[in-house]
Nanobody
Framework: QVQLSESGGGLVQAGGSLRLSCASS????????MGWFRQAPGKEREIVAA????????YYADSVKGRFTISKDTAKNTAYLQMNSLKPEDSAVYYC????????????WGQGTQVTVSS
């Protein structure tokens, strides 16, 4: 069984930065990809960024391109989301998720971490 745990959320002013971490535990993480999602109140959950676990391919939502960077440390089974130039509309609960059993399916999820950007 794999457990994902996010950390690094908090309150920041617009233009500021935060770095989220997603640590995998329970067993050696062997999977296809890790992704970061977010969900704001009253809105649907959306994917923010993703990274292939065995390659360097990345994906970013248009809304965060040039501001957010996803990275990984496979030795630590940890993924990161560096968020710069934050905007109030980035405020949401951020979740990490992993594609482990099936490529293309995020089958493991973290509990989420709140990010609030004040104007």
């Amino acid at each position: 069984q794999v457990q994902l745990s996010e950390s690094g959320g908090g309150l920041v002013q617009a233009g500021g930065s935060l770095r989220l971490s997603c640590a995998s535990s329970g067993r050696t993480f062997i999977g296809y990809a890790m992704g970061w999602f977010r969900q704001a109140p009253g809105k649907e959950r959306e994917i923010v960024a993703a990274i292939m676990w065995g390659a360097s391919n990345t994906y970013y939502a248009d809304s965060v391109k040039g501001r957010f960077t996803i990275s990984k440390d496979t030795a630590k089974n940890t993924a990161y989301l560096q968020m710069n130039s934050l905007k109030p509309e980035d405020s949401a609960v951020y979740y990490c998720a992993a594609q482990i059993a099936t490529r293309g399916v995020y089958d493991y999820w973290g509990q989420g971490t709140q990010v609030t950007v004040s104007s």
